[in-house]
């Protein structure tokens, strides 16, 4: 097993465990949340037990795209499978749209028949903390997590968790104006939270399609690729440098520009090390190369072949 490999199985294992601890967090804090807030007649407790419940949804999709991600490449997937993870993160951004577009609809139900909102109970208020105060900590040790191992996927379930302790904030406030005599907030605390829901919901599932859109890699990813390149040896240059996204990892393709009295060995192999290190230095998966030979100008001539090679390539 090569070094990055090892580092690639290291990382996989510890997403692993980051999203096992938040599927055990996620089930107790959905099941109290529920059972609470049905006993307790919070529609905020409710709605944030609701959220609670589609954290742990997506983190069994998590799980299942961290596993199909591994796969290498096949004859129907020749570039492998680690688009799933941009897959999942799409189906997370629409899940967790739908689940506040819901909440949206449960809470302006409510607004209908004001005078049949209940008081609610002051358990819901105990469990609202201990929900917001579990969350908050899930969040910081996923994003955590999510950071280390450089996953976006990880990251979208990492704010999925803060946008629960978010909602938990939001519902004790509603619960707190309910035991204070003000029932009409509870139902007002959960459209806050479904406009919280929905929002990120959206930003995920924009975010994941522009990547399976082929998105670039983020600016200072490729501007690290371009150092790199500049510093390796036998390349005169370098032009039509592109990337795209492949799950967390990034496809290169480049063309460099070399010596045209070097032989096509040497140009290849120039070649093969700028993937090697590119490869060994960034999350790239794969690089695609493109020689193209250049003269060399004498001191103090002007290099007009490259001027025109350019000026052609702009056409």
Known sequence: MSVKDSIEANHHAAAQRSTMVSVCVNLLLSLAQIIVGVFARSQALLSDGVHSLSDLI????????SQQSRKGPDDDHPYGHRRFENAASFFLGLLLLAVGVGMLWTAVVKFRNPGAI????VAALWVASVALVAKELLFRYMLAVARRVRSS???ANAWHARSD??????AAVGIVGSLLG???????????VGVMVTR???KFAWAALNDLMDR??????VAAIRETLAAMPGIAGFHDLRTRKMGDMIAV??????NAGLSLVEAHDISTAVQRVLVEKHPVLNVMTHIDPVHEPAPGEMNVYRHEHRLNLSS
């Open 58 to 65: 997506s983190d069994f999709v998590v799980l299942f795209a």
């Open 118 to 121: 209940p008081r609610v109970h």
């Open 153 to 155: 996927m990880l990251a």
């Open 165 to 170: 302790a978010a909602s938990s904030l939001v």
């Open 182 to 192: 003000y029932p009409i907030l509870d139902p007002v605390a959960a459209l806050i």
């Open 200 to 202: 990120m919901g959206a």
């Open 216 to 221: 670039a890699a983020d600016e200072d990813e």
């Open 253 to 258: 393709d480049v063309h460099l520009e070399v």
